[in-house]
């Protein structure tokens, strides 16, 4: 038995009464269960599926500890039996699951488990937690990849996302979703992200004098000089760069860029753009940060600004204006037996499912059908098998291969989703589906 | 040389960039920064410190772990001397803060950081990433626990809580606002949180008979028999536990309540405490869970529903309608001097501050005063001493501790800033603190 640190208790306390009802019942047929967005946020056109390698590191490593077993028996409730059943549970089930990096709509399954009962259920929170979580950042990031190609966009959240884990997974799923780097360096060394960076406020402030915190910056960070300018002036602070950039010239430093971060970044980026030009810095890039987000960037960019790269943080790595997803995990077949929930405003599509996704003539996706796995239509299957009893069967892929994977993704999406504004795209139900809701329906009834 | 995991890296790059800057300039000299809240968010009358504990375990801890180093040294940009320099970089610094727990207003410190400056600017990241995720919750948990005094409240928000470290962050600022439990089993481990739960739709829906997952249930978890009632019709579900109760009562089974997660369930649990009612079961509690936040509580509550205790999660544990301070931490003084920035929309009260907060004759608070920590004025000093180079200075407090100090400051706050709708509280400036921001402008016009 291992006793490395286990996430096994990183779950809802119900998890653990339903896995003892489980156990002393012998329910231990196969359940299929699937993960899916009941709603897309009001202002998402489409989703990108993210999350699904830290599932997969989840479910290798899934077990009690010692530990947690230890403690569990001093809470009452639970069982001698109980408690020795927990030691050997691991995760032996298969796992199918659309690429990080698909494009995903409303109802259509990210992952689907196939296990054991027990576990197929116990797992549920921690997956919602890790797939919600990169799902809607991603989704949020690709906004601004579609909003301003050929800039960089750097993820600068780290201090406004919610926890440590938070701002580790953000930058992963804005890189998945096309940003081109992060500041978070234990993001770049975990995940192998660019990082990038540059100075703060307090810097320039613990000198007496903003050109000698300019010149100690440089002289320190010789391959990275960007500075920031907006602290006592912006535009001032542009000429003290244009001034300083002869003697660092002199010293061999190549100035990189100026960061704006206050003030109508737009106009004031022109106005940089000029004293930077005029004093012979046209190489010079403009960098800006500070509450941007899609809208803003779209606004910034519309007005002309002047600006190669953003920084985007605290309204992306929290999803401010939809900081959840409407999602599920479902289970569609206990035994064999097809189920489905009837709560009010909460019906859902029953069976295990694939989703068919087909293209236009111009390689542009014009529409997906919601399946059963054993129907065969036309279009690509968007569901593939990653793990089979506990066991991978994909190679494990970069990061960096499913940014390149849902840069192409994006660039087939039809014109009017590419948009900000609220686009629905095409979901279709298919007719297997059809039939299958048709049959419950009836067997309720009677 | 400590080698254990080290959270140094989860920064962002530009701290180490600048580290590098003040450790070749030899700028060793002592810094202050300050904590706070700019704004608060819109729907906040207060807020309630929170995460200061696991502020000062990262104090604690901090240090770079050789792995971290020599990964550092495979990037361009740090140089062998300030690599070394990391080996032995500690933090000798003092704290003061607020304890955990206590109200706060826009633009007072929650806590100070005094050091040399190298690391008082490093552990930036961290700290406000660690004090922004739980005060933000905090205060959002408080406006339930004003709305609904006397309710059992219990969160409910793990799965999507953005990440792992936010479900057990999150966990821990409800209890301290006032919450009485978590769903999250590893909160209530670490933090000593009482923990709840009951039953998930799908271990119904994997019974082909509501009635027998009931009872399955009952047998395995005798001492938590909370039934989840909306999975097919709330008020038939109702009538199969009335049904059920004599058989479970025969063996020795007390049922404790019914859950409802769905439909209009104000409306619902009238109609379900009459059908419990009227099956002699006057003693089981109706729980609600699903969609809600405070402003839905106070719909709920005032539309006379029948409901003992709320299970709130998604919207409070991501702080849905605001989720993120609008929060900095600010140089105030290097070397002896103190510092102010000018940057459009971003000028902040400079010093070494204290909050002195007075109470009216019915012990209710009347209003705080921002003053620089040499004035004595009247009222009660916020700020407390917590680590002293290093060490700490205070005994660290249970977090059932920090909740009942919580709760007495709530119950001191003006009877319009308990209520849901926007009120100002009175946030006075010192003579002092005007003193000084005259003197810095006088300075900065010369």
């Given at each position: 038995m291992m006793n490395t640190p286990?996430?096994?208790?990183?779950?809802?306390?119900y998890q653990l009464t339903m896995l003892q009802g489980y156990f002393e019942q012998r329910m231990n047929e196969t359940a299929v269960f699937e993960f899916f967005v009941r709603r897309l946020p009001p202002k998402r056109n489409f989703l990108i599926a993210a999350g699904l390698e830290q599932v997969l590191e989840f479910l290798e490593g899934f077990h009690f500890s010692e530990e947690d077993i230890a403690w569990l028996g001093t809470q009452k409730n639970f069982h001698p039996e109980f408690l020795e059943f927990l030691k050997d549970l691991r995760f032996t089930g298969d796992v199918d699951a659309m690429p990080e990096g698909t494009l995903v709509f409303a109802n259509e399954p990210l992952i689907r488990i196939t296990a054991p009962m027990p576990v197929a259920q116990f797992i549920e929170t921690r997956l919602i937690n890790l797939l919600q979580f990169q799902t809607m950042i991603a989704s949020k990031a690709a906004r601004s990849v579609l909003v301003a190609p050929g800039k960089g966009l750097a993820e600068f959240g780290l201090r406004r996302a919610h926890g440590a884990e938070a701002g580790l997974l953000a930058a992963r799923a804005c890189y998945i979703a096309g940003?081109?780097?992060?500041?978070n360096v234990l993001a770049g060394k975990k995940f192998g992200i660019p990082i990038s960076g540059t100075m703060a406020h307090a810097f320039i402030q613990s000198h007496e004098v903003e050109e000698d915190a300019f010149l100690h910056f440089a002289r320190s960070n010789r391959d990275n000089v960007v500075f920031l300018i907006d602290t006592y002036n912006t535009e001032r602070g542009a000429e003290k760069v244009v001034k300083l950039a002869p003697q660092l010239k002199a010293e061999g430093i190549q100035i990189r860029g100026v960061r704006l971060d206050s003030g109508d970044m737009a106009t004031l980026s022109k106005r940089v753009r000029e004293i930077l030009d005029r004093g012979g810095l046209q190489e010079v890039k403009i960098l800006a940060s500070g509450n941007i987000e899609e809208e803003e960037l779209r606004r910034m960019l519309s007005a002309g600004a002047q600006i190669d790269g953003f920084g985007i943080g605290t309204r992306l790595a929290t999803s401010w204006d939809f900081p959840y997803l409407e999602c599920a995990y479902k289970l569609q077949e206990y035994d064999g037996r097809s189920t489905r929930k009837y709560s009010e405003g909460k019906v859902t599509w029953p069976g295990r499912k694939q989703v068919f996704r087909s293209l236009d003539s111009a390689g542009k996706m014009n529409g997906d059908t919601l399946a059963l796995i054993n129907e065969a239509l036309p279009g690509e299957a968007l569901i593939q098998p990653v793990m089979r009893e506990g066991k991978r069967v994909q190679a494990k892929p970069a990061c960096s291969e499913m940014r390149e994977y849902c840069l192409h993704q994006l660039s087939r999406l039809p014109e009017t989703l590419t948009q900000l504004e609220p686009t629905e795209y095409p979901v279709h139900i298919s007719e297997g589906m059809n039939d299958l809701v048709a049959r419950l329906e009836r067997d309720r009834r009677s």
């Open positions: 286990s996430e096994a208790l990183l779950t809802d306390l940003f081109t780097s992060t500041s």
